[in-house]
């Protein structure tokens, strides 16, 4: 045990306690102090208590001594007058009664004394003539009977009237007055009794006696000589019960203590003289001597209180006070101590689960590396063989198809990576690109996504984006795009009827409408194209009851029409489109785009109970949503957070059975106004997307809807194709089908689109009868005043028709019938609507291409590439034999001019300046030196060479930097950064996939670098 | 060669011969693929030869059997050196992941990778493991690739070209 505690164990064990051992001592030491406080105050308070009890004595004793002396001096000097009297032979003079008379006036002289008393001496031959001449016999003192015989006596005659019982009595019968007459007549001087009972009061007393003389005595006579000129004798009683008591009495504080006078001439037996209670002499006594004029006693005054010393509560509470404080303090600081060391020990625990689960993270996240790898490949395979497909020669829908293939497999590698960034979010490491990309185009990819299951169940899917976002945005286009499909991919798995609604404001126009607007009131004037007005009431169509893109009830009422004129009104009213083409001047000057992004559906909304913890990972609405729907509940979350961190917000408003709505705020850089987006467009591999044809630039629509929302998404959509857009939404009104004939017979108009559904569903497939019919009506009207002759049939104003389109979201083989035969014999348009899509149907539909031919040029790829590379002489740096052969391989394909070094050192020699090589396609993992090292040198070496060229030549004859790219197989690794950090201009993925070269080389050559 | 000159009577038969090989020709490519030794990378090596470079693929195959022997070669040697310097194993490791890669031998590949992560565990005999590993994938694609040369080479000399190549 012992053994044990010295080890480690006991180690630890004092570690742990020793501030609860500090603690216990802290106590031990706090009891002691608050005892010795105790102690001393309690001390102090017996000094003081003894100090005061002697001096309460000290004054008694000393008043006690002087009033006794002073009676005795006087008894003293009566006796001097009685013996004057004697010597002169004149005792006669007093009697009785002048004795008592004189005793009684002087008796305030004498304040202890009950009285006085003179006795003659009487030898017993004498006897009988003294009792005669006084006329009564001696008696004894006691029986108060006649004496009996003695040698002398010691009759009183003469008293004062106090003790007259004495008058007649022998003195020297008792054997106190006895004793003290033979000391005092002896001695010549005053003389004590001991204390005794006084006769008649019975008192305790003492007697004092003085002998008289018969003659003149000197100083140094004998005691015989004494005795034998003895003529009498003058005695006191001191009544010491009761005019002490009234003495002391007097005293303050007399209740306080008990005080008790002894005789002490014997001193193994002191006599009481006063006092009820015995006192004896002990520490809590005090003593004080008293001197009552008789050499031959001895008396002491002893004091004691009457009660025992209080408790020393002043004493008792200062030192538990001080003690409680203490412990209080020390419990304190124990308690903090504990609490600190459990903090700490949980800190411990903490910091160790923390790295177990960073390493079940990092676990986590090498697993995820491996699968989405092992994905990926046979993926690159799928899209490989689809771009192949793309080349041949394929119609408008098929080249959609096959693109929205790519795309969605493009989409499913890009989610793969989403997965391996989803670790990256939770452990906090997620970092935002910030980088150009198209907004409406990754809307439209998105839709594509979606687009077959909203074809299949029959769901709209629509997206707007208000004229003034800008086209190109900085930020993070990945990022974007997954909150987008997480919230359209809910969306479309809990909808099955209705529609889904994306829409893209800017912040601040939605907060000026939700503000209520200032705007509200002329909103007439924001479009001078549309044709609206009192008269336009919706058709009292069974879905018809709410204003929204597809009639039926949203859970946020942000999208209904109400809202969303308010909106417009709002975009037009501070939107010049004459101003500039894509560049806007915000007003703050700041180049930060705030964006309000809502996803709306009217699917089955969010049970309340659930809502709030909607962004809660893997939760979802309850287990059976799970079974029903799918899904791991995660996307939510991931949006959230993606949403954060682009600095927004996500929201919802959501009402069971009728829809959500979710909507998120989003901060993005707006591009610099002085980079224009077609160059961005040809140069930057992020936006592969192409600008859209121009060919429609000027055209004139006329778009047909019941739904005004509906109406705005499709005009959106043709504004983007530069295509200018009148709204129709009712055919009741006059003024409705005088524009429609205007544009049509008048001219202008070169195509209609007619949403299937206008007027509720399938109604619009009768539009162009119903558009016959009023234009005939109305020429008719005309023709009345110009008395034109022209036929009016139905077959000329069909034939005058433009090109009428059909927007659906999807088509059966018999409405497909029904439209071809009521005059939509273009095209028929699937939604969702988007750009690609509606510009390859108009394409179809008016048998225009784009003058810059987009679709080719892609095909054309590998030509395009032979073009761009042929002649031009390549160096290739690798130093893995096989890959620098396949290199050059495929780019002697293209027609370059190979060269192959297989060290970095090599590609220094050989690229020094002055040399005649175009490019340089450079492995960034070489030993030795690597790719990044190498190109480093090679810049360097440039910058010498051009500042020694720009001191002689100014002409700019030799490319002075060569573009360098860099291969590797690790395009995670590589990021762009890295390799434009080190002067490189690009990377392409090895083995060389033909688009990326393309656009990698592109950069260069195209854009006229050499 | 001799079959060559016996222009008239063999014709038919060369043709048969023809038609054999490259039935064989594309079996064998189809069990490569089937059995994951070869990815499309492969398929693109083929695309590069054309004219210019008739004998590309040839060039390219024989590279990598010769490289990666060397590297093989390397490898173990690395491999038994005390203490064994895991960075130039991950060096050589590197670049045979680098060729296989190019090649489109997927299997090697992947052995590769499991070689590369023993190096990143320093794990010395999780190396000589994978090692086997890697020199048994590499001696199965070695003779498969010789294989499929033989009967390229066959097809050629049979009068036809490449079945990659005719498209």
Known sequence: ?1010 | MGKNHEAGSGKEEDAMQLAVAKQQYGEHMDSLRAEGLLDDQFLELQQLQDESSPDFVEEVVLLFIQDSGRIIKNLADSLEQKPVNFKKVDAHVHQFKGSSSSIGAKRVKAVCIMLHMCCDRQDQQGCLLALEHVKREFDLIKGKLQTMLELEKQIVALGGTPPFMDR
């Open chain 1, 1 to 1010: 045990m012992n053994a044990q505690m010295a080890g480690g164990g006991g180690d630890s064990l004092w570690f742990e306690h020793w501030h609860t051992k500090l603690f216990i001592l802290w106590v031990f030491f706090m009891a002691l102090v608050s005892l010795s406080v105790y102690l001393q105050m309690n001390a102090e308070m017996l000094v003081r208590r003894r100090d005061t009890l002697k001096t309460m004595c000290e004054g008694r004793a000393r008043m006690l001594e002087n009033q006794f002396l002073a009676s005795m001096n006087h008894v003293r000097a009566l006796t001097a007058l009685f013996t004057t009297l004697h010597i002169s032979k004149q005792i006669a003079m007093f009697n009785q009664e002048t004795f008592s008379q004189y005793a009684e006036s002087t008796a305030f002289e004498r304040p202890l004394m009950s009285g006085v008393a003179y006795a003659d001496r009487v030898l017993h031959e004498d006897r009988e003539s003294f009792e005669m001449s006084h006329g009564w016999t001696i008696k004894e003192m006691f029986s108060k009977e006649k004496q009996q015989v003695f040698e002398e006596y010691a009759p009183a005659t003469m008293s004062q009237d106090t003790v007259s019982y004495l008058t007649s009595l022998d003195m020297m019968s008792g054997q106190e007055d006895r004793e003290n007459i033979l000391r005092a007549r002896a001695s010549g001087k005053g003389a004590l009794t001991n204390p005794f009972r006084l006769l008649e009061s019975k008192h305790l007393g003492v007697v004092f006696t003085f002998a008289v003389y018969s003659i003149h005595l000197p100083p140094d006579a004998t005691p015989d000589e004494r005795v034998k000129a003895t003529a009498g004798y003058l005695g006191g009683a001191f009544d010491v019960e009761t005019l002490v008591e009234n003495l002391l009495h007097g005293f303050p504080g007399s209740e306080m203590i008990a005080v008790n006078v002894y005789d002490i001439t014997n001193e193994l037996c002191p006599l009481v003289m006063y006092g009820h209670t015995n006192v004896s002499k002990s520490e809590n006594t005090y003593v004080s001597s008293l001197d009552f004029g008789d050499p031959q006693r001895k008396h002491e005054m002893r004091c004691r209180y009457n009660e025992d010393a209080l408790p020393p509560w002043t004493a008792i509470s200062t030192s538990v006070g001080i003690f409680v404080i203490g412990f209080l303090v020390g419990h304190m600081l124990h308690a903090s101590r504990n609490r600190i060391d459990k903090v700490e020990e949980n800190c411990r625990m903490f910091k160790e689960l923390k790295v177990l689960a960073d390493e079940a993270s990092v676990a986590k996240s090498q697993f995820l590396a491996t699968v989405s790898h092992e994905i990926r490949t046979p993926m690159n395979g799928v899209l490989g063989m689809l771009q192949m497909l793309m080349d041949t020669r394929l119609d408008a829908t098929q080249q959609d198809y096959a693109r929205t293939a790519q795309a969605s497999g493009k989409a499913l590698i890009t989610l793969i990576n989403e997965v391996l960034d989803q670790a990256k979010i939770e452990s906090g490491r997620l970092e935002l690109e910030a980088v150009p990309f198209d907004l409406c185009a990754i809307l439209d990819d998105v839709l594509s996504l979606f687009s077959g299951k909203s074809r299949d169940e029959g769901i709209e899917l629509a997206v707007y984006i208000s004229e003034k976002v800008p086209s190109i945005l900085i930020g993070d286009p990945g990022r974007f795009r997954q909150i987008i499909i997480n919230l359209v991919g809910n969306s479309i798995k809990f909808t099955e009827r209705g529609h889904i609604f994306v829409c893209v404001h800017l912040s601040e126009d939605m907060e000026m409408v939700m503000e209520g607007s200032d705007y509200s009131g002329d909103d007439d004037d924001y479009s001078d194209w549309e044709v609206d007005g009192p008269g336009c009431v919706p058709l009292d169509m069974k879905c018809n009851q709410f204003n929204t893109l597809s009639g039926y009830e949203t859970a946020d009422d942000r999208n209904s029409w109400e809202t969303f004129e308010l909106l417009l009104a709002q975009e037009q009213h501070s939107y010049n489109p004459d101003h500039d083409d894509h560049h806007w001047n915000f007003s703050d000057g700041n180049d930060v785009v705030n964006l309000v992004v809502s996803v709306e559906d009217t699917g089955v909304g969010i049970p309340l109970h659930v809502q709030e913890r909607v962004f809660t990972p893997f939760m979802q609405a309850d287990s059976s949503t799970s079974r029903t729907y799918g899904g791991t509940g995660i996307g939510l979350s991931i949006s959230k957070c993606l949403v954060e961190l682009m600095s927004g917000k996500m929201r919802f408003v959501s009402r069971p059975k009728i829809g959500s709505t979710f909507t998120f705020t989003a901060k993005f850089q707006q591009m610099h106004n002085s980079v224009h987006e077609s160059m961005l467009r040809n140069t930057n591999s992020v936006l592969q997307v192409r600008l859209l044809p121009t060919c429609f630039q000027g055209m004139q629509a006329l778009v047909v809807d019941g739904r005004p929302v509906r109406s705005e998404v499709t005009r959106h959509h043709l504004r983007r194709l530069g295509v200018q857009v009148m709204l129709i939404l009712s055919l009741s009104q006059s003024e409705c089908s005088a524009a429609a004939f205007h544009s049509t017979v008048g001219g202008g108009i070169d195509m209609i689109l007619v949403d299937k559904d206008a007027w509720g569903a399938g109604t619009g497939i009768r539009f162009p009868h119903m558009l016959c019919q009023s234009a005939s009506e109305h020429l008719r009207q005309r023709n009345k005043y110009f008395a034109s002759s022209v036929g009016l049939s139905h077959g000329f104003i069909a034939a005058r028709l433009p090109k009428m389109m059909l927007v659906a979201t999807s088509m059966t083989d018999n409405e497909h019938k029904l439209a071809r035969e009521n005059g939509f014999t273009d095209s028929v348009v699937i939604k969702p609507l988007r750009a690609s899509m509606l510009s390859a149907c108009l394409q179809q539909a008016l048998g225009v291409w784009n003058r810059r031919d987009q679709g080719r040029e892609l095909r054309e790829g590998s030509r395009s590439l032979h073009k761009l590379l042929s002649g031009k002489r390549v160096l290739v740096v690798d130093d893995n034999p096989v890959n620098r052969r396949v290199a050059e391989g495929a780019l002697l394909k293209y027609g370059a001019q190979v060269e192959c070094v297989n060290s970095g050192r090599a590609a220094i020699v050989k690229l020094k300046p002055p040399h005649n090589f175009d490019a340089c396609f450079m492995d960034v993992q070489m030993p030795e030196m690597d790719g990044f090292e190498a190109t480093e040198i090679i810049r360097k070496a440039e910058m010498e060479a051009s500042e020694c060229m720009s001191g002689g030549i100014l002409t700019k004859y030799h490319p002075v930097r060569i573009p360098i790219l860099a291969m590797t197989a690790d395009v995670i690794q590589a990021t762009q950064a890295e390799c434009l950090l080190c002067g490189m201009d690009g990377y392409v993925a090895k083995p060389f996939e033909e688009q990326q070269l393309y656009n990698a080389v592109a950069h260069f050559f195209e854009a006229g670098y050499v």
